[in-house]
């Protein structure tokens, strides 16, 4: 994080623990009005990856699960890294920004999705650099956020997924319960932008931008799931972030084979778990007293309900079961929810 930045943050009461904000100083009022009104959340402790150079789209393309020829400067999209077994080492939203390709990923997966990509690089023509302080970066959520920031920036993004620059900030538009933007720019504009929108909005702790992907079901990949899942059971297929019909990547094959001969047997969903204590990602899922884990934690999150709101992939035939459980803790049942998107037919 630029310092410049988190001392600008630390002027509206930012209550760090690293380069997490732990809250602006009322923690329960901020996770109530994440999913009530609108909100500013910092997005360091997600990390960019640059790839620029000319041969960085056919490079992203040959290693990425999704078609990066679809990436501009009018659109991003969801995407992941596969080990050759297509297992995903990391998943991330790809948007371009003038020349350059950017991947926001967790921080803690910045290290080794940059050391895995470098490894195939050879004599292309690419740069790969962990740019995370080359661009401020935070996120902007809430009923009204679309006609607020539009009437700063002249301009936003009609669908998810969709980009626009205006003003020297790049702004994503990406799902959510409520219109929901990441924004993306130089010091000087994001502070001002941040000014403006303050006026309306509540700043939130880091933990809240995470918690609106899980709402959104949408997937972020952490150590302790690296390698875990093909991208089918954590529903990247169901939200544009696997395409196939673009040719070769890595694990491609397995990934193929699983959508056009196989039956998923592991699928992501949507969970509400009891308590306070968010279980970490990677953390078993029980099914009663079976020996063996129904499933595992992809992300959970504290909301505003007084629960914990998480996305877990567990395994299709324990869905009926109602002594679904995080390990160690029977007396959490875990109850499934709604995703805001449908399984495919038959899959």
């Not at 969709?162 to 319960?177: F, H, L, N, Y």
Request: net charge negative; with cysteine.
């Amino acid at each position: 994080m630029k310092p410049e930045w988190k001392t600008f943050l630390e002027t509206f009461g930012a209550e760090f623990a690293g380069d997490n904000i732990a809250s602006f100083g009322n923690d329960e009022r901020e996770r109530r009005v994440i999913t009530t009104g609108e909100t500013l959340c910092d997005l360091s402790p997600f990390g960019l990856i640059s790839a620029y150079g000319d041969q960085a789209e056919e490079f992203l393309q040959n290693m990425l699960t999704n078609n990066i020829n679809e990436v501009s400067a009018s659109r991003s999209q969801l995407s992941a890294l596969c080990t050759q077994k297509g297992r995903m080492l990391s998943s991330f939203r790809v948007f371009k920004r003038n020349d350059t390709y950017y991947l926001r990923l967790p921080q803690e997966m910045l290290e080794p999705t940059l050391k895995r990509l470098q490894m195939f690089v050879l004599m292309t023509k690419i740069t790969l650099e962990d740019a995370s302080n080359a661009l401020v970066r935070f996120g902007y959520a809430g009923p009204e956020a679309a006609e607020t920031l539009e009437a700063y920036l002249e301009t936003v993004p009609a669908e998810d997924d969709d980009v626009i620059e205006s003003k020297g900030i790049t702004v994503v538009r990406v799902p959510g319960v409520h219109s929901r933007f990441e924004l993306y720019g130089e010091l000087e504009d994001m502070q001002a932008l941040w000014n403006h929108l303050n006026v309306r909005a509540v700043p939130v702790g880091s933990d809240a931008w995470p918690l609106q992907d899980i709402m959104a079901g949408l997937p972020n990949i952490y150590a302790d799931t690296s390698e875990s899942f093909v991208p089918q059971m954590a529903n990247m297929h169901l939200i544009n972030g696997v395409s196939f019909k673009k040719g070769c990547f890595p694990g491609q094959e397995v990934v193929a084979r699983m959508q056009y001969l196989g039956k998923l047997k592991r699928r992501m969903y949507l969970l509400d778990i009891p308590g306070t204590e968010a279980p970490a990602p990677g953390t078993d899922i029980m099914d009663g007293d079976e020996p063996k884990a129904a499933g595992e934690i992809v992300d959970a999150r504290r909301n505003g309900d007084g629960s914990i709101s998480a996305l877990g992939v567990i395994q299709v035939a324990h869905m009926d079961s109602d002594n679904l459980a995080t390990a160690g803790d029977q007396s959490a049942p875990v109850s499934v929810r709604v995703l805001p998107y449908r399984f495919e037919e038959g899959k």
